[in-house]
């Protein structure tokens, strides 16, 4: 009540008690958590962008081939696409072959992901693995993977098919390449595009 202020709290130079104010300080603490909200938005965004970026232009740094012919592959054919006899750089996934000489990034002598160059890459990404195990000598028919891995194949598969160039099938042993014309092979080119 006023009449408890007295003289002595005047005197002091104290205020007498006003309405309920919040404290400057808790505006600022909000004003500033706001603009670090703004700021990681604006860093997470730009980060993703950058990830964006750098996945459809993953080829820069890799050579760019004129186009290959479609054809299908045995699995020492594809061998000579390792990167290091020849700079197209192929890779089969699922039974597909695709040119990945425009990721030779990943794919080249000195990738992370060199190992698959020249090879069935399927076991060793459904088995998210990079050791030479998860590569067969021999044609490699999945048959012991599980429901899990057989889908991170196809979904690898797809993913390959949206940023490569398919060239062909991994023939499986005994199997004959197919003969493509040059109007099946403008079709066929233009249809995985
Ligand atoms: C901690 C482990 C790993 C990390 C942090 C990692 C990180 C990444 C990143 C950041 C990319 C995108 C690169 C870019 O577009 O610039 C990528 C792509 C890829 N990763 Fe990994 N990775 C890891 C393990 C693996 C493993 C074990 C495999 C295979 C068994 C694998 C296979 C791939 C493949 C095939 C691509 C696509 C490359 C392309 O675009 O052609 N990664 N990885």
Redesign the pocket.
């Known amino acids: 009540m006023s009449e408890s202020w007295g003289e002595e709290e005047k005197q002091a130079g104290s205020t007498p008690p006003g309405p309920e104010e919040e404290p400057p300080v808790v505006g600022w603490l909000f004003a500033g958590e706001l603009l670090l909200n703004a700021a990681l938005l604006v860093v997470l965004v730009y980060g993703a962008f950058r990830?964006y970026v750098?996945?459809r232009g993953?080829g820069t740094g890799g050579a760019t081939l004129p186009r290959m012919k479609r054809r299908d592959f045995g699995l020492q054919q594809l061998r000579e696409f390792d990167g290091t006899q020849n700079p197209r750089i192929l890779m089969a996934v699922n039974g597909k072959v695709f040119d990945?000489t425009r990721?030779s990034k990943?794919?080249g002598p000195d990738g992370?992901?060199g190992i698959?160059a020249g090879r069935d890459?399927s076991r060793?990404?459904a088995?998210?693995?990079?050791d030479k195990d998860?590569l067969r000598d021999e044609y490699d028919d999945l048959s012991d993977l599980n429901a899990v891995q057989m889908e991170s194949v196809r979904e690898?598969e797809m993913?390959?098919k949206e940023?490569?160039e398919y060239v062909g099938r991994l023939l499986k042993p005994g199997e004959e390449p197919s003969e493509y014309t040059d109007e099946e092979d403008v079709r066929d080119h233009s249809k995985q595009d």
Do not use: E, P, S
């Open positions: 990830l750098r996945w993953a990945v990721g990943f794919y992370v992901y698959f890459a060793g990404l088995t998210f693995c990079l998860a690898w993913q390959f940023k490569y």
